[in-house]
């Protein structure tokens, strides 16, 4: 019996395609939803820069145009999306803007959606380099109450 809904976390990189591939070739869903997270531009900036409402860059955008980030995201969701659909998925898309971390945003979608199962890349790494850099797909995996397809990547 197929799922009903499938999440698919989609950030436009070979990990995420991949991702998406094995999710059309080994799992049915009525219903899938490509995701893609984004951070505001000023959230971005005051990260980097390490100081929180300090002058900030001039590639910032002011606050009557489209974030850089969002217009961004929006153009690597539909991308997600035409794979998904490519590969059999009854697929929309959707961005999530990230208030915390990206991992968060996924499972409070996937929560949001009563997603089935979440669907993810993750770039395989090992050792003290995974410790330093705990992946996304982790963090998804040991917080999210659901079952997480986590797709490693290609040899």
Same mark, same amino acid.
């Given at each position: 019996? @197929? &799922?009903?809904?499938?999440?698919? &976390?989609?950030?436009?990189?070979?990990?995420?395609?991949? #991702?998406?591939?094995?999710?059309?070739?080994?799992?049915?869903?009525?219903?899938?939803?490509?995701? /893609?997270?984004?951070?505001?531009?000023?959230?971005q900036a005051a990260r980097m820069s390490g100081l929180s409402g !300090?002058?900030? @860059?001039?590639?910032?955008?002011?606050?009557?145009? %489209?974030?850089i980030a969002l217009t961004d995201a929006k153009t690597v969701n539909?991308?997600?999306?035409?794979?998904?659909? *490519?590969?059999?998925?009854?697929? %929309?898309?959707?961005? &999530?803007?990230?208030?915390?971390?990206?991992?968060?945003?996924? !499972? %409070? &979608?996937?929560?949001?959606?009563? #997603?089935?199962?979440?669907?993810?890349?993750?770039?395989? /790494?090992?050792?003290?380099?995974?410790?330093?850099?705990? *992946?996304?797909?982790?963090?998804?995996?040991?917080?999210?109450?659901?079952?997480?397809?986590? !797709?490693p990547p290609g040899r």
């Amino acid at each position: 019996m @197929p &799922a009903d809904l499938m999440l698919i &976390a989609y950030d436009g990189t070979e990990n995420s395609k991949r #991702a998406v591939e094995y999710a059309g070739r080994f799992l049915s869903a009525e219903r899938a939803v490509v995701i /893609t997270a984004w951070e505001p531009m000023v959230r971005q900036a005051a990260r980097m820069s390490g100081l929180s409402g !300090v002058m900030q @860059p001039e590639w910032v955008p002011d606050e009557d145009s %489209e974030d850089i980030a969002l217009t961004d995201a929006k153009t690597v969701n539909v991308e997600g999306l035409d794979l998904a659909r *490519s590969v059999g998925l009854n697929a %929309e898309g959707r961005t &999530a803007e990230c208030v915390t971390t990206i991992w968060t945003t996924i !499972v %409070e &979608a996937a929560d949001d959606l009563n #997603a089935d199962i979440i669907v993810t890349g993750t770039r395989g /790494t090992t050792g003290l380099k995974s410790l330093l850099q705990s *992946s996304v797909a982790d963090h998804v995996l040991r917080h999210s109450h659901r079952p997480v397809l986590i !797709v490693p990547p290609g040899r």
